[in-house]
């Protein structure tokens, strides 16, 4: 993606370079943070590999690629994994906040990291669905899976808990439903996700769905006149009412989900089972159901705070309270109510 970090850097290696030249570390935002709770700088596992700047085979910095682009291995910082200790809370932190000596660890810093640790995947052949403004699906894998298929299918190797990989694509998920309900709300506001969902439900005859990754979608000033008249062109028929505009776009983001199962089936010449749908689109019982339909595999959802339970489970496991990411699981299954969404 252009927004990750290495081209960034990059940018600001030849255009901004009085910026890189007077910087003494390379922090992502979650390392930011537990360097401010601890004094001890690193940088994290999992938010480090969606930089583009760490060997996914080697889990190490990528140093070869980033002399080539001239970015200063003085800024990079030591990878830490999930799970390991990163330092002690500071004195001056201590006397702030009336806390003792006690440890901070890593944990996955990456969100989608963490939801994929609370996913209760029952095996390799079921794959994970983090849904909220943007969508994250593909399954965990032991190692990376890189090859001319992979790129071609643009599915990307993510580093997650437990050295595994999130071999994954990512999809714009309900940010355009999010936009659309802000544009409603100015002159209703009263109008909320539930009635939206209710409305699209009922306009099932609007069987055609727009294209999420269209440019049309990233950051319109009116994001219902974006979906109309994307519509109206693509398609030739002028959308009218809620439930119509927002059909459009549910019809969109599954067709996408679709489209990603099959290439997770393609590229790992093995079929997904089932897929775990975990975050806040889950409480969109209407986008469940359909993604059931659409992929014509069962659906099974929770937990809706899956990121920041996989935080929690990864400090358990560092803590020596659960063994492994697969007790967490369980006990994740156990504690949260799990639904399943079978296909009509």
Known sequence: MTVNTLFQLF?????????????HALLFMPDLFSYALTGEKYNEYTIASTSMMLDSRRREWAVELLERLGIPLRLLQPIIMPGKLWGMLSEDVQQEVGLGNIPVFAVGTHDTASAVCATPLKNRHAAYLS??????????????????????????????????????????????????????AQVDGTIGYAEISAAARDADHIE????????????????????????EHTFGIRLRTIGEISRAVY??????????????????????Q????VGG??????????????????VMTGPVEASAVGNILMQLKALNRIHDVAEGRKIVEGSFEMKEYRPN
Not at 11 to 23: C, G, K, N, Q
Not at 148 to 160: I, L, V
């Open 251 to 272: 019809n969109g983001i599954v067709s996408e989900y679709k489209r990603a199962v099959e290439g997770l089936e393609y590229t790992l010449a093995s079929k997904i």
């Open 274 to 277: 089932c897929v775990n749908m």
């Open 208 to 231: 055609f769905g727009v294209d999420p990754n269209h440019d049309f979608f990233i950051a319109p000033l009116d994001m219902e006149e974006a979906v109309v008249g994307f519509c």
């Open 131 to 184: 849904c909220g403004t943007w969508s994250l699906l593909g399954v965990e894998l032991d190692q990376p899976l890189i090859n001319r298929d992979a790129f071609e299918c643009n599915f990307t190797n993510e580093g997650g808990v437990d050295t595994t990989i999130r071999y994954l694509k990512n999809i714009p998920g309900l940010w355009i439903i999010q936009q659309l309900r802000k544009k409603w």
């Open 281 to 298: 689109g889950i409480q969109d019982a209407f986008l469940c159901q359909l993604t059931a339909d659409t992929l014509g595999k069962p």
């Open 11 to 23: 940018y600001d290696t030849r255009f901004r370079s009085p910026l890189v030249e007077h910087a």
